[in-house]
Structure formats: structure tokens, C-alpha cells
């Protein structure tokens, strides 16, 4: 005696376009805070990052005679 359960009411979940709006807006959420965290990195972004160019010559060592 088993019960047959009929297959489109088996799924585990929906799919339609219901899923599809809410994957959409995801993306675009995250393509706006990853577009804002971008223009804050460069406006924080110092003008002269470590390791660049040395600011001052390294003193020269007299000759010896």
C-alpha cells in the first residue's frame, strides 16, 4: 500500500521567474556595492604609495685618501 505522489509535486522548490528577478536583483546589488567600495578606495588611496620612489638621496660616503 504506498501512496504515488506526482512528480511536479515532489520538487523540492519553484523555479519560474519569480527566481529569476530575485537572482537579478542580487546581481545588481552586489555590482553597486562593489562600484561604491571602488570609488571609495580610490578616494582614500594616498598619492604616493609605499615603495614608490625614494623622496631624498641616500648621503654619499666621503673617499678616503
Known amino acids: 500500500m504506498t501512496k504515488t505522489i506526482d512528480k511536479n509535486k515532489a520538487r523540492q522548490g519553484r523555479s519560474g521567474w519569480q527566481v529569476l528577478v ?18 571609495f578606495g580610490s578616494t582614500i588611496e594616498p598619492e604616493d604609495p609605499v615603495g614608490g620612489e ?8 666621503p673617499a678616503q685618501d
Do not use: D, S, Y
Not at 530575485?22 to 561604491?36: D, R
Not at 625614494?54 to 660616503?61: D, G, L, R, S
Open 22 to 39: 530575485v537572482l537579478v536583483c542580487a546581481l545588481i546589488l552586489a555590482m553597486v556595492v562593489w562600484w561604491g567600495v571602488g570609488i
Open 54 to 61: 625614494p623622496t631624498e638621496q641616500p648621503a654619499e660616503i
